[in-house]
């Protein structure tokens, strides 16, 4: 009796488990007579990208922390400004970070001593007007920036290449399946299943670059350059 009730105990846990698992990994359900053939495709197209996207930032020192703070407040309201008045809109100006740390001296066989703070304030701006971008840093640095870390370049609206990179996947996929069909002495009969396995990923940010303002320092460029927007598919075809 005890042996049937646990059991039964199981059996109800154990049915709701099955059909979730049955749910998250959905199998193909179509018959196939013929021979099952997996393929993996991918799709790409390139374009100029339209937003670079720099962090901009300021550090400051002080004995105090009030006046590290109150210095890198200063120095990024200048900062701000100066993209302001370069027609940087205010939707394209996000403050990233604001950061405090002590600083200490390490003398020979004695306890640290406090010396001062360093504080550091960041804001992360999207130009929309690349080849134009290299100018405001120039003008950044002059205001108080001395921390710059990118840029980044992206495509502000990718989804009609990616699109475009998606029918080119698909007909990949289509070629890659006649040839394999071609090579065999069969043909395609039909497609079974996509599913779509990956798209477009921004790069990363690359790593911070400290800048000094110097009236005789080179003037900044950023060229666009092309970018790759790929798309790939998992396609399962039917030979006969």
Same mark, same amino acid.
Request: charged share 20%.
């Given at each position: 009796?005890r042996t049937a009730l646990l059991?039964?105990?199981? *059996? ?69 400004? *100066?993209?302001?008045?370069? $027609?940087? *809109? ?57 921390q710059i870390n990118g840029p ?19 007909a990949a996929g289509r070629a ?8 065999? $002495? ?11 396995? $990956? ?25 666009? $350059? ?15």
């Amino acid at each position: 009796m005890r042996t049937a009730l646990l059991a039964a105990a199981f *059996a109800a846990v154990a049915l709701p488990m099955s059909a979730a698992q049955a749910q998250s990994a959905p199998a193909i359900t179509q018959s196939i007579t013929g021979t099952r053939l997996d393929i993996s495709a991918t799709g790409e197209v390139t374009r100029v990208p339209d937003v670079a996207i720099i962090s901009a930032g300021v550090q400051s020192r002080s004995t105090t922390a009030s006046g590290a703070l109150q210095d890198s407040a200063d120095r990024m309201q200048r900062v701000i400004a *100066a993209l302001k008045r370069a $027609g940087v *809109a205010d939707r394209d100006i996000q403050t990233s970070n604001v950061n405090l740390n002590p600083e200490y001296r390490y003398p020979d066989n004695q306890a640290p001593e406090l010396v001062g703070y360093t504080a550091t304030n960041s804001v992360s701006v999207r130009f929309r007007d690349i080849r134009n971008s290299g100018k405001i840093l120039d003008a950044l640095v002059a205001q108080g920036a001395n921390q710059i870390n990118g840029p980044q370049l992206t495509i502000d609206q990718p989804e009609a290449a990616l699109d475009e990179a998606r029918a080119n996947a698909v007909a990949a996929g289509r070629a890659r399946a006649a040839l394999y069909a071609r090579s065999l $002495g069969l043909r395609v009969a039909r497609i079974v299943s996509v599913s779509e396995s $990956g798209g477009y990923a921004v790069p990363p940010p690359a790593p911070p670059m400290p800048m000094m303002a110097r009236a005789d320092m080179a003037q900044t460029k950023i060229e666009p $350059g092309e970018q790759k927007l790929q798309v790939s598919l998992a396609m399962t075809f039917e030979l006969q």
